[in-house]
């Protein structure tokens, strides 16, 4: 589809920009009331733009769709002219990841709404503008395909997260702020190193061709791998040295840039010790959109970037990478159950559940990473939903800690069956979502060609450990005796914006859980292309 002259891609990334402005001139105290209904509105229009992407996407073409590209600039690299563009588009894998993030921030802006944090710290303006460069900037990830570009993106989602950590977090908020900024930021500059790299020798930043060009994957999917690329502008061969992938030893150096920095953003094990303190120390939206949509960042970018640029490397390490997810696995769910604060809990509980998305992207066959994928969604929706649940706990007790809650099913039983859902569908329970990511993820990773019998059944047993420490909090939080009653009896009573914010996930729980085959389908051409890298 095509308005003027822009792709529906375009339309759906700036919108969080209008949105933006509209809120810079508005008067934070004469129009209190009316910034949150902007931000909202505004994401509920993006998110509208998204399901229209959708209804226009054509699941059957391998091709970019909604696409559309402006040279920006030239850049000279030696001898060679590089144009770096504004080159925005989406296949299967970042149209999902798109409709998950439109669909994520209008929740974590409901869950914002008559908040504590603005009592306590003001500034509910400069707040909603942070959401709204936020979604902008996650959303440019998950579309460009311009390496520079991609970049900037990339690095810009740093700057509101850190600010919503530091501003309107919890009591250590500008230690885990800075930590949080440090590790990402020290990650990405071994990522533009390797894209200044790769952009150099293959005489382009943008990873698809466009209008006649020839792109980075293109590259190097059509090496022939006897010492010669073929190159589709002219029909010529060219050394494969200067492609710059023929050495095995540059690919790794290269394929390793790229994956520290997405390493760090899942994070992997034993990149994760920055994600427990940013989580315990955000607002509760920041939680859900760091859960969310932020962490994802860095599996697609795996996906994206290192599979497709990098594939030699991919098979070389894929089990390295998929034995650290393991790690990640029992790790993440051995630690949660450690855990006395509720929200550390489901902080490392991603730890564990992103090490099964790990583990799916390096079985490098078509079921683990399409179940990573629908995983990737599967985790934004349950995990996010956890940490509103959290959220909404802390508002009415203030307090983290499991041992300070108890009974809160008797007083709040409604609010207990959403909590009871949601934590069910974390673990993986049979008819909801979390399951059929999962399951797919496990067939992948006993089908692979690259992985042993170990990996799947160390995975395995990542599952009944998330049912242990979740069914833990459960019982600790919502059984048993009510000892700490709140003096505000209006308080056990769900708001209508916290009603709203749990509506659509549920929904989602039930949907993929039940009609998985509507979110595979997108899925089946662009990771049967992936994949065919990896065919033996």
């Known amino acids: ?280 120390q955000a607002p509760t939206a920041g939680s859900v959109i760091l859960a969310g949509v932020l962490l994802k960042m860095g599996t697609y970018g795996i996906v994206r970037f290192n599979l497709t640029l990098f594939p030699e490397a991919s098979v070389a390490w894929a089990p390295t990478i998929a034995f650290l997810g393991v790690v990640g696995i029992i790790y993440g769910a051995w630690v949660s159950y450690g855990q006395n604060n509720v929200k550390k809990l489901v902080a490392y509980s991603s730890v564990s559940h992103l090490g099964f998305v790990v583990l799916g992207i390096f079985a490098l066959n078509s079921q683990g990473l399409q179940g990573a994928t629908l995983q990737m969604v599967n985790h934004g929706i349950s995990t996010g939903g956890l940490f509103l649940i959290v959220g909404m706990l802390y508002e009415r007790w203030h307090t983290k800690e499991m041992a300070d809650y108890g009974g809160i099913w008797k007083v709040m039983p409604a609010f207990g069956a959403i909590s009871l859902i949601i934590s069910l569908s974390s673990m993986g329970l049979p008819g909801l979502n979390g399951f059929i990511g999962e399951f797919t993820i496990l067939l992948g990773s006993l089908g692979s060609d690259y992985l042993t019998f170990a990996f799947t059944l160390f995975g395995t047993l990542g599952v009944i450990m998330a049912a242990v420490y979740l069914l833990k909090m459960f019982q600790h939080v919502f059984m048993g005796e009510h000892d700490n009653p709140l003096k505000d009896e209006s308080g056990y009573k769900l708001r209508w914006n916290e009603i709203a914010a749990f509506i659509p996930i549920l929904i989602m729980v039930f949907w993929i859980g039940i009609q998985p085959i509507v979110f595979f389908n997108m899925l089946d051409i662009s990771v049967d292309n992936i994949v065919a890298l990896f065919v033996p």
Do not use: C
């Not at 690299?77 to 925005?88: D, E, H, Q």
């Not at 810009?156 to 530091?166: C, H, S």
């Not at 010492?227 to 023929?246: H, I, K, L, T």
């Open 1 to 280: 589809m095509d308005i003027t002259g822009l792709s529906l891609t375009t339309i759906t990334l700036f919108i969080p920009m209008i949105g933006l402005f509209i809120l810079l001139f508005m008067n934070g105290e004469t129009q209190k009331d009316n910034i949150k209904w902007v931000a909202f509105g505004t994401s509920i229009v993006a998110f509208l733009a998204s399901v229209l992407m959708w209804i226009n996407f054509d699941p059957g073409t391998a091709e970019l769709q909604m696409a559309q590209r402006n040279t920006w600039a030239e850049v000279s690299l030696g001898a060679s002219v590089i144009n770096i563009s504004y080159f925005v588009g989406v296949d299967g894998i970042s149209l999902l990841l798109v409709l998950l993030t439109t669909f994520i921030m209008p929740i974590a802006i409901l869950g914002s709404f008559g908040s504590n944090i603005f009592e306590e710290r003001g500034r509910e303006k400069l707040y909603y503008i942070f959401m709204m460069l936020l979604e902008w900037s996650m959303i440019g990830v998950f579309v460009v395909h311009d390496l520079i570009i991609f970049y900037v993106f990339w690095e810009v989602t740093l700057v509101p997260m850190y600010f919503l950590i530091g501003i309107w977090g919890a009591e250590d908020r500008i230690y885990a702020a800075v930590k949080f900024f440090l590790y990402t930021m020290a990650g990405s500059i071994l990522m533009l190193i390797a894209i200044l790299y790769v952009g150099n020798t293959s005489g382009t930043f943008s990873t698809y061709s466009a209008g006649g060009d020839v792109g980075v994957i293109e590259m190097v999917q059509t090496y022939e791998g006897d010492g010669a690329y073929w190159d589709p502008v002219d029909g010529g061969e060219a050394a494969a040295e200067d492609a710059g992938f023929s050495l095995g030893s540059v690919e790794s150096f290269l394929f390793l840039g790229f994956l520290v920095a997405f390493a760090i953003k899942v994070p992997i094990f034993p990149f994760h010790s920055w994600l427990p303190d940013a989580h315990v």
